[in-house]
């Protein structure tokens, strides 16, 4: 039996200070230059990338200027989940310019909301008489999502309510154009995303008909008749993307009610979006039923359906999973965003049930595809994260167009950007859970903490060089005498481990869900001195794996390793590798600020002999080579050049 007992909490952005070498190349960015550049792409002041027209949209809903919508449908949430990494920015850091800019913003979209609460510049702007009339592909509900998310981070950050009050008028509209009863409209989104918010809305105002619609959402989806399917039948239904003239709603996840579903498919960042929903409903409602699909298609996911980065969505065709163990390396989508969907799932899913191995998962997306979807300067992007790339291949109208051997500065559909924006300005949320006895360590970045528990004020410092040496201490304050637990998250990657509390080694008692307790009671300055046994090491995939087979992939931790041409020259698929061959690692200040670096050797087959010949009898001529790999999440920030995970094996 599936019991729900409680749910953990992250600590507020405010009460937390990332202090991480590491990191910090990348949080630094957030206000510095992410969000800078980012607001002058809204505003289209940079030149060489694509077209934003996000507040040039706003202004024409608002009557402030003429022009047609530009951009496509969804076009609106760039400025919301703009809006959203700003708060979570001005939480953990003041920035009075970009606050003025934010709050210009917000003024400006109270502007452009129609006298209903209705906004959504696409359907005010192009076909105001259309309204809920695709939500097929319309995506209405998921730009009212993204609305209520920024709005949520905004007050929460600054105290100010203009934009919750805005969110909450069109949320009130919503409330009352669908549902159940006579003359509303029993459809749901075709993008999901307004079921999370809700649920964020309902705990930040009280109000629960915010949650009864977010659970009307999840079980209305995938009864019959389908109302995707009813609705593009109509006469007058007009379609805005090609693709969805053969819908298919296992694309929308609305194939079957999803407390029946028990494989992730269809578009990976959907379903990713509708999952953290249903975890939020799981434990709002006590249903376990809920809960248990969620635990069902986590349980598919990690185990058959993601890369070793912990991206997802294999298909570039409609951005969706597959089928169990198809992860093909060099064609495969795997979106920035839907990793982002896992982390927020898997963050969710750990603290209703007090587990650590999710947090494994959150881990390596984070470290991997989520850095990986932005270059070290902060100002472009990758939207699709392959794990093998050969540039000379990378051509437009073929199987590869979407694969980009280099970041870009923008896209015509930029979800990604934004969304790496606000996961880095609120990566602090992740660091730790919360309970009123316990104290969760979930992720070893370094930082500094203010705490409560049982009243008592608690302040924090994890000092880490984890990643180079598996070292972490642990040091933090007690105001006064309080009895509570310290739970520390084991990594299942970890090979052996010890911990001293205070100078005194602790005996190892069974781990609790992954997690390590240390129940005292804690008075005055305490030091816990972590040490995990982590060493760089080949891995392989499971043998239905078929772009896996016979490869191994380097990893040391969370981080998985890669080859770039720029340390290895060209045509990196020739080399073979003994899996039993010596690693060396070796930290390199000056590569991409400071990284740990793994040298080994193998084989290399070479050209010699081969002359013109495309095919010839079996015979193969290697030489040794002596290789270095560096993070996958650091590839492609010195150039043009080829990238490869996965190693053929010398078995």
Excluded at 234 to 241: A, G, P, Q, R, W
Excluded at 380 to 403: G, M, Q, R
Excluded at 594 to 599: E, F, N
Aim: proline residues 4%; hydrophobic residues 40%.
């Amino acid at each position: 039996m599936i019991i729900i007992k409680k749910r953990l909490k992250s600590i507020k952005l405010k009460d937390i200070e990332i202090t991480d070498k590491f990191w910090r190349r990348y949080t630094d960015l957030v206000p510095n230059v992410i969000l800078p550049y980012q607001w002058e792409i809204l505003n289209d002041r940079i030149g060489e990338a694509e077209p934003s027209y996000c507040l040039r949209n706003y202004k024409i809903a608002a009557g402030e200027e003429k022009g047609q919508h530009s951009g496509v449908v969804f076009i609106d949430t760039d400025v919301t989940k703009w809006l959203e990494a700003v708060a979570f920015s001005l939480e953990t850091k003041p920035d009075s310019k970009l606050e003025k800019n934010a709050d210009e913003v917000i003024d400006l979209l109270g502007r452009a909301q129609q006298s209903d609460g209705y906004l959504n510049t696409y359907y005010t702007i192009a076909e105001p008489e259309k309204r809920w009339s695709n939500l097929t592909e319309g995506h209405e509900l998921y730009c009212a999502g993204h609305l209520i998310e920024a709005a949520v981070a905004y007050y929460d950050a600054t105290g100010k309510d203009k934009l919750l009050v805005i969110a909450k008028r069109f949320a009130d509209l919503i409330c009352i154009v669908f549902g159940t009863g006579e003359g509303m409209l029993k459809g749901y989104p075709g993008h999901q995303e307004i079921e999370l918010a809700l649920v964020k809305l309902y705990n930040t105002t009280g109000c629960k008909r915010y949650l009864d619609l977010a659970m009307y959402f999840i079980n209305e989806r995938g009864k019959v008749p389908n109302y995707f399917l009813m609705e593009i039948k109509k006469d007058n239904h007009k379609f805005i993307f090609d693709e969805f003239k053969d819908y298919d709603p296992v694309y929308s996840q609305s194939h079957i009610p999803p407390r029946l579903q028990t494989t992730a498919e269809g578009h990976a960042v959907r379903a990713l979006y509708m999952y953290s929903a249903m975890a939020d409903l799981a434990f709002e409602y006590d249903d376990r039923e809920l809960l248990k699909a969620c635990m069902m298609l986590w349980e598919n996911i990690v185990t058959k359906r993601m890369y070793l980065t912990g991206s997802i969505g294999s298909s570039a065709v409609l951005e969706r999973f597959t089928t169990d163990y198809d992860l093909p390396n060099d064609v495969n989508y795997s979106e920035t965003c839907a990793s982002i969907g896992l982390a927020m799932f898997g963050s969710r899913m750990s603290r209703i049930k007090c587990d650590a191995s999710y947090f494994d998962v959150v881990e390596r997306v984070l470290y991997n595809t989520v850095l990986a979807g932005i270059a070290l300067k902060g100002d472009t992007y990758f939207y699709v994260n392959p794990l093998e790339v050969w540039p000379e291949n990378c051509k437009e109208h073929t199987s590869k167009a979407h694969i980009k051997p280099v970041r870009q500065k923008w896209f015509n559909v930029a979800c990604c950007p934004t969304n790496i924006a606000r996961t880095l300005a609120s990566l602090g949320k992740y660091i730790f859970s919360l309970d009123e006895d316990s104290l969760y360590l979930n992720l070893f970045i370094e930082n500094k903490s203010n705490i409560k528990i049982k009243g008592v004020n608690i302040t924090t410092k994890l000092l880490t060089s984890f990643l180079y040496d598996g070292k972490s201490t642990f040091i933090f304050n007690a105001s006064k005498s309080v009895k509570f637990g310290i739970n520390i998250r084991i990594p299942q990657y970890v090979k052996s481990y010890s911990i001293m509390v205070n100078g005194e080694k602790v005996d190892k008692s069974p781990l609790k869900n992954g997690y390590l307790e240390l129940l005292s009671n804690w008075k005055g300055e305490n030091r816990i001195e972590i040490a995990f046994e982590i060493k760089a090491e080949f891995v392989a995939a499971h043998p239905e794996v078929r772009a896996d087979a016979g490869k191994v992939a380097l990893v040391k931790g969370p981080i998985v390793y890669c080859l770039e041409e720029k340390d290895n020259g060209k045509n990196l698929s020739s080399i073979i590798v003994n899996p039993d061959t010596p690693l060396q690692e070796c930290f390199d200040p000056d590569l991409f600020g400071g990284t740990m670096a793994v040298k080994f050797t193998a084989k290399k087959i070479t050209d010699e002999g081969w002359g013109n010949e495309l095919y010839r009898l079996a015979k193969f001529t290697t030489v040794p080579i002596e290789l270095k790999a560096v993070p996958y999440c650091f590839w492609g920030n010195r150039g043009k050049n080829e990238m490869l995970v996965w190693l053929k094996a010398s078995i």
